[in-house]
């Protein structure tokens, strides 16, 4: 199995944590129907932590929290299944969060999980034993997975240490954590650019970098954001930096109250294109200003490309671009028209240079076509 795209869905991860239940999952997976999300290309739902006992049965098996999931996990997975969805769910290899210890019982567990029906497995690096051996712990994993004859996306989540992204792909991961869990103050954006410069090369169909889920609108319910350090600007700024570096679209937000405004953001279809691009190329640095107020450019197929301007700043800027950078020159003949993802808005043809004013922690995305000039 290759994933030529990164994936999109939903996960508890944010949403519920040791709440989580059936009754959940089967509401989530009818709203992501009924809203248009699975339409829109988020098709798995995913059951991140706390969904079973400490405690394995006598055969070593996990076995489901019977108060949270009554109806056991291949019900669930039926159900998600007739949605038109595909269901996920976490494995940790020590007790993590409410998890089950699975690191000596990676083939049963993946027995276990090709028998409920999961199409998804993300499994966490907690308290690995030997932990300079996680590579091989990973490769173990695949192993399992591929002896059951069950497709199933594989995440290796080891939130980002060092030198993951290099054997990632070897080790048979289809996306990988290529950081620490995100945090929601919008400082972590500016090192998520830093962090994805230097990771995002080894980033293609097959294997991805992920930089975590993330709880797009939490902004009304126990545990709710800071507005003073994330609102909906901020939403959208780091919903772009995901799209444009074609990173697994794993949300986990309440869709019980999203607001209109957020599940317009998420269901974008210009950002939607850039992130599923068949290409999957991954974005240049064009930027004059830093890594405050960065410039990206990434080739598309179909002959286009996107450009973003960031402002990751905590006040007014602007964000560049010089068209020598990607190698368009004055007296090329060609130009870019570029059209705006959010407004709409059309501008060019452009052929020498562009400098955007934004506001703290804005961007502007543009999908572009070459033209004669």
């Given amino acids: 199995m290759i994933i030529t795209k990164p994936p999109m869905g939903w996960s508890t991860r944010d949403v519920s944590r040791d709440n989580v239940c059936d009754s959940l999952i089967r509401e989530t997976a009818d709203i992501m129907v009924s809203v248009g999300l699975r339409d829109a290309g988020y098709e798995y739902v995913a059951v991140d932590d706390c969904f079973s006992l400490r405690e394995r049965d006598t055969d070593g098996r996990i076995v489901p929290d019977p108060e949270k999931f009554p109806f056991g996990m291949k019900s669930l997975a039926d159900y998600v299944h007739s949605k038109g969805l595909k269901l996920g769910i976490s494995c940790c290899a020590d007790n993590c969060e409410g998890g089950y210890a699975g690191y000596h019982k990676a083939f049963l567990d993946a027995e276990t999980f090709a028998g409920w029906g999961v199409d998804y497995l993300k499994y966490d690096f907690c308290n690995i034993p030997t932990p300079d051996d996680r590579r091989i712990a990973y490769t173990r994993i695949k192993t399992a997975l591929q002896a059951t004859g069950r497709d199933m996306v594989f995440s290796a989540c080891s939130a980002g240490r060092p030198e993951d992204e290099i054997w990632a792909r070897s080790a048979g991961a289809d996306l990988y954590r290529c950081g620490e869990c995100v945090t929601e103050t919008t400082p972590s954006d500016a090192e998520i650019v830093r962090a994805e410069n230097e990771t995002i090369r080894y980033s293609a169909p097959g294997c991805f970098n992920d930089t975590d889920t993330h709880a797009f609108g939490k902004d009304g319910d126990e545990g709710a954001l800071d507005p003073d350090l994330f609102g909906d600007v901020e939403f959208k700024s780091r919903f772009a930096l995901r799209c444009l570096n074609s990173q697994p679209l794993m949300i986990s937000s309440d869709l019980r109250g999203i ?19 068949e290409e999957c190329r991954p974005p240049m640095y064009a930027s004059i200003k830093g890594d405050i107020c960065p410039t990206f450019f990434k080739h598309l197929s179909d002959h286009q490309f996107a450009v973003g301007f960031f402002n ?62």
């Fill in 312 to 373: 990751l700043s905590d006040g007014n800027g602007s964000a560049d671009f010089r068209t020598w950078d990607i190698g368009l020159t004055i007296n090329a003949g060609f130009g870019m028209m570029l059209r705006e993802v959010f407004t709409g808005e059309t501008m060019g043809p452009i052929n020498d240079f562009v400098s955007l004013e934004l506001a703290p922690h804005d961007c502007r995305v543009f999908i572009g076509e070459w033209v004669d000039m």
């Fill in 259 to 277: 607001r209109p405004e957020i599940l317009d953001l998420l269901k974008n279809p210009g950002l939607i294109r850039i992130d599923q691009d």
